[in-house]
Nanobody, 111 residues
């Protein structure tokens, strides 16, 4: 049984930082690409960042230079470090591997 469990969301002021984590189980983590998506209220889900099995990364233009995706293969966990957060970053953030999704974690950026 594959499980993805996100954590680390919350309320933060503009300019602040948060670190999201996604712990996986039931899947061979190290050989798969991992992704973070987000979905704001009333909008479609969008790809935020990806990391391949070899560690190559890609980011949406809107988060380049502010977000960093990383992976810990020993712990089967992927992280998303989010700095210089903006109100437009407010969304539910989901991790994804293959066809599997986590339950999401809410990130709210507001003063």
């Amino acid at each position: 049984q594959v499980q993805l469990v996100e954590s680390g969301g919350g309320l933060v002021q503009p300019g602040g930082s948060l670190r999201l984590s996604c712990a996986t189980s039931g899947i061979i983590f190290r050989i798969n690409d991992m992704h973070w998506y987000r979905q704001a209220a009333g909008k479609q889900r969008e790809l935020v960042a990806s990391i391949t099995s070899s560690g190559s990364t890609n980011y949406a233009e809107s988060v380049k230079g502010r977000f960093t995706i990383s992976r810990d293969n020993a712990k089967a966990t992927v992280h998303l470090q989010m700095n210089s957060l903006k109100p437009d970053d407010t969304a539910v953030y989901y991790c994804n591997i293959l066809r599997y999704w986590g339950q999401g974690t809410q990130v709210t950026v507001s003063s």
